[in-house]
């Protein structure tokens, strides 16, 4: 069983203040639900758009009906990764969220599309979809939290490695360039 839900609204703020509010949204007073924010991996690519994954852990009650179907034990903690692309020179910016745990029961995910107001270059356009997925109706199984954790993994290994070579090809390229940047000195 999948649920879409699409929202489209128009903030009436600059892209710049939307996108600066967007990194300083918790911790807040209004927000007690979300207990952590950590980042857990951050670049800024060769065409200068910032990638960012955090990993954000939430909590809220179950419905009361939930609560009669699911033991005690289960946890009452949510953890969200959160994957972003902002992109300044478009004034774009990119938001997927999906939860890690609970996947079984639930799976949520959001895409939010924010850039600037066609209308009016002061105001921000919002678009956010998610769907919404569960297996309590007989649907295959979603992945427990320790493959998504061992993908994860693999794909922070990849992205580490990537990094690094990008890093060694670069100081390569800053020694040839000194090198003769020198020998013409010479």
Same mark, same amino acid.
């Given at each position: 069983m999948v649920k879409y839900f699409l929202g489209q609204s128009v903030l009436r703020s600059s892209w710049d203040q939307?996108? @600066?509010?967007f990194w300083q949204r918790y911790p807040n007073p209004y927000s007690k639900h979300v207990l952590t924010e950590d980042i857990v991996h951050r670049e800024v690519t060769p065409d200068q758009k910032l990638l960012s =994954? =955090?990993? +954000? $852990? /939430?909590t809220n009650r179950m419905p009361r009906w939930a609560e009669r179907l699911f033991p005690a034990n289960v946890a009452h903690s949510v953890y969200v990764l959160e994957d972003s692309i902002v992109d300044p020179q478009n004034q774009t910016m990119t938001t997927f969220t999906w939860n890690i745990n609970h996947a079984r029961l639930m799976v949520v995910e959001e895409r939010c599309v924010y850039c600037v107001n066609s209308d009016n270059s002061g105001w921000t356009e919002i678009r956010r979809e998610a769907w919404v997925s569960?297996? +309590?109706?007989? !649907?295959?199984?979603? &992945?427990t939290l320790v493959e998504t @954790? /061992? !993908?994860a993994k693999e /794909? @922070? &290994? !990849? $992205?580490a490695l990537a990094a690094t !070579? &990008?890093?060694k090809d670069l100081a390569s390229k800053a020694a040839t360039k000194q090198q003769q940047q020198q020998q013409q000195f010479v």
């Open positions: 939307v996108f @600066a509010a =994954r =955090r990993l +954000l $852990t /939430k569960s297996s +309590l109706f007989g !649907e295959a199984p979603s &992945k @954790a /061992k !993908e /794909k @922070a &290994k !990849e $992205t !070579e &990008k890093a």
